[in-house]
């Protein structure tokens, strides 16, 4: 079920019957110059929604403002003010949980949202919320890790690459321009490559200029159906395991509790 496609009686059975909703975050950068500016939440969007069809849940519709700075320079990038960014994301699960979702699984489809993500999970912590937030992410579950190497003919990737590129082409075979990537690839240029152990806020710029990292000549559209499989499955799994979990709920309430009760001991 997308959620923009129900009506308001529709979303008001979902929450009863389902109480789940999944909220798919990309951003809006480039992806070399073969791949659509939204890949990372059409990508996500679409796996959500067709987990969605074997596993009952409520699909938001994509979450576009990620944190996606480190494609300011390239045409098309909007990167949202860093505060509003965090603000923007609690409040649209405030706002899912206000229609009666006690469960959000956030599906993180882009590399530069992971800190963010994890900061959002954790922070849920800093007052007590009516939900559980379960964060996931594009990666397939650890049994389906070698039947998604068996599937592709490169290890380097990361962006723009063989995986995202056939999985683009799984999702939406009508946005991909081949054409356009007329048969180049993109390994690290290791202009940081003095600085071991650290890491700079040019650290992936450094090494892939064009914001291309991989070599996407290799994709094809049934590598994409293959790909897609897997991370549709994975999400039918994760979409179960998190409507049958009672412990978050009950570790949370219990979490909130102590520190309402440390508040207390302190006052009196
Ligand atoms: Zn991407």
């Given at each position: 079920?997308?959620?923009?496609?129900?009506?308001?009686?529709?979303?008001?059975?979902?929450?009863?019957?389902?109480?789940?909703?999944?909220?798919?975050?990309?951003?809006?950068?480039?992806h070399f110059e073969h791949l659509p500016l939204g890949t990372d939440g059409l990508n996500a969007h679409k796996i959500?929604?067709l987990?969605?069809?074997?596993?009952?849940?409520?699909?938001?519709?994509?979450?576009?403002?990620?944190?996606?700075?480190?494609?300011?320079?390239?045409?098309?990038?909007?990167?949202?003010?860093?505060?509003?960014?965090?603000?923007?994301?609690?409040?649209?699960?405030?706002?899912?949980?206000?229609?009666?979702?006690?469960?959000?699984?956030?599906?993180?489809g882009?590399?530069?949202?992971?800190?963010?993500?994890?900061?959002?999970?954790?922070?849920?912590?800093?007052?007590?919320?009516?939900?559980?937030?379960?964060?996931?992410?594009w990666?397939v579950?650890?049994?389906?890790?070698?039947?998604q190497?068996?599937i592709l003919d490169t290890?380097?990737g990361?962006h723009a690459c063989e995986w995202e590129t056939s999985l683009t082409m799984g999702t939406h075979p009508e946005l991909v321009k081949m054409e356009a990537l007329a048969g180049q690839a993109?390994?690290?240029?290791?202009?940081?490559?003095?600085?071991?152990?650290?890491?700079?806020?040019?650290?992936?710029?450094?090494?892939?200029?064009?914001?291309y990292?991989g070599d996407a000549t290799s994709a094809s559209p049934a590598k994409g159906r293959a790909l897609l499989k897997l991370h549709v499955?994975?999400?039918?799994?994760?979409?179960?395991?998190?409507?049958?979990?009672?412990?978050?709920?009950?570790?949370?309430?219990?979490?909130?509790?102590?520190?309402?009760?440390?508040?207390?001991?302190?006052?009196?």
């Amino acid at each position: 079920m997308q959620w923009e496609q129900l009506t308001a009686p529709k979303l008001q059975n979902a929450v009863h019957e389902v109480g789940l909703c999944v909220l798919p975050v990309g951003a809006l950068e480039k992806h070399f110059e073969h791949l659509p500016l939204g890949t990372d939440g059409l990508n996500a969007h679409k796996i959500c929604c067709l987990a969605a069809e074997a596993e009952a849940a409520v699909v938001f519709p994509p979450h576009w403002f990620g944190q996606i700075h480190e494609a300011r320079c390239y045409p098309g990038t909007i990167a949202i003010d860093p505060i509003l960014t965090v603000r923007l994301l609690m409040n649209v699960c405030d706002e899912i949980a206000r229609n009666g979702f006690a469960k959000i699984i956030v599906y993180n489809g882009h590399g530069g949202n992971t800190h963010l993500l994890h900061y959002l999970r954790q922070i849920m912590l800093a007052q007590r919320k009516s939900y559980a937030v379960y964060l996931t992410d594009w990666h397939v579950d650890e049994k389906r890790q070698e039947q998604q190497k068996a599937i592709l003919d490169t290890e380097y990737g990361g962006h723009a690459c063989e995986w995202e590129t056939s999985l683009t082409m799984g999702t939406h075979p009508e946005l991909v321009k081949m054409e356009a990537l007329a048969g180049q690839a993109a390994a690290p240029l290791g202009r940081l490559k003095h600085l071991t152990g650290v890491k700079t806020p040019v650290s992936f710029y450094a090494d892939h200029p064009d914001h291309y990292a991989g070599d996407a000549t290799s994709a094809s559209p049934a590598k994409g159906r293959a790909l897609l499989k897997l991370h549709v499955d994975s999400v039918v799994e994760y979409i179960r395991a998190v409507k049958s979990d009672e412990v978050t709920p009950a570790l949370m309430r219990e979490f909130y509790d102590r520190c309402d009760e440390l508040g207390r001991s302190g006052s009196s």
